[in-house]
């Protein structure tokens, strides 16, 4: 019979842990940025940790990939460039390159050892790398922001690690410029944005910084992600302009019913119900 014990993380900003029952490491890697570490559990397949914090397991990675891609590039007109900061899982860049008139997909993580783990431990995740569209570089995404081509690019994707550490300088008003600068005219940027059940200040100080850097429209999307603290989550979109009809966040509901690529959680109906926000996330964020 084999052997388990639990994981437990605490999380101090909103009070509460989360845990899984494991039954064995199965990796782990000190990189020159952070820990990452593999554990094997008895009901959510591997788990990936960085710096003891929970990144992602096999059971439930799919609600956050599919929501921080699929509902950005159904709002986008005709989206051909995405930039993808941090991702380095690759979960997102499968995703996204799921969409045919996607021309290029640059991932841009500053930890090479992160998309090395995935590709040793969550291979499902790395179904696209080798796709002739997919650049994968591992440097400093703000430094590589802001050597991107003005107005060059349709979607940028901030699909980073907790506003700590080396994810720090992506939450703030020099960062979401350098995003503004290198968007089209009806470029989208789109970040997971935290807990709104317990985050909402945070969320409305990123909201605040975007708004800053020149963007003019917000809309804070949620979902669950049972392994995220409180279970539920979010990703928030802003745009420089644009839209459908004064409509900045309506997308092309046909286009996403008629997509030839199989989803596990969103769908066209699932994207126009997050268009509305709660009441008590409406009264903070003014959705």
Request: hydrophobic share 40%; charged share 25%; glycine share 8%.
């Amino acid at each position: 019979m084999t052997e388990t014990s639990w994981h437990f993380e605490q999380f101090e900003p909103t009070g509460s842990a989360i845990g899984y029952r494991i039954t064995r490491k199965l990796d782990e890697v000190q990189s020159p940025f952070q820990k990452i570490e593999i554990y094997e559990s008895t009901d959510w397949g591997n788990l990936m940790l960085i710096d003891g914090a929970m990144m992602l397991t096999a059971r439930d990675n799919f609600l956050y990939h599919e929501m921080i891609s699929h509902p950005a590039l159904f709002t986008h007109a005709n989206p051909e460039n995405v930039v993808i900061i941090g991702g380095g899982d690759c979960g997102t860049l499968r995703e996204v390159l799921k969409h045919p008139g996607v021309k290029k997909a640059v991932q841009c993580d500053i930890d090479e050892q992160v998309t090395r783990m995935a590709e040793k431990w969550f291979p499902e995740l790395c179904d696209s790398n080798d796709d002739p569209r997919a650049e994968l570089l591992f440097d400093d995404g703000i430094a590589y922001m802001q050597n991107v081509a003005p107005g060059s690019l349709d979607i940028v994707i901030v699909d980073s690690t907790d506003p700590v550490g080396p994810a720090e300088g992506l939450f703030n008003k020099a960062f979401y410029a350098s995003c503004f600068r290198v968007l089209k005219d009806d470029g989208i940027l789109i970040q997971q944005s935290e807990s709104p059940l317990m985050q909402l200040a945070l969320i409305q100080a990123m909201r605040d910084e975007m708004g800053k850097a020149g963007f003019t429209t917000f809309k804070t999307l949620p979902f669950p992600q049972p392994c995220y603290p409180t279970g539920w989550w979010s990703v928030t979109l802003a745009r420089k302009a644009g839209g459908f009809d004064g409509m900045p966040f309506d997308f092309r509901e046909a286009d996403a019913r008629a997509k030839t690529f199989k989803t596990k959680y969103y769908t066209p109906d699932l994207h126009r119900g997050v268009l509305v926000s709660p009441p008590f996330v409406a009264d903070v964020l003014g959705d």
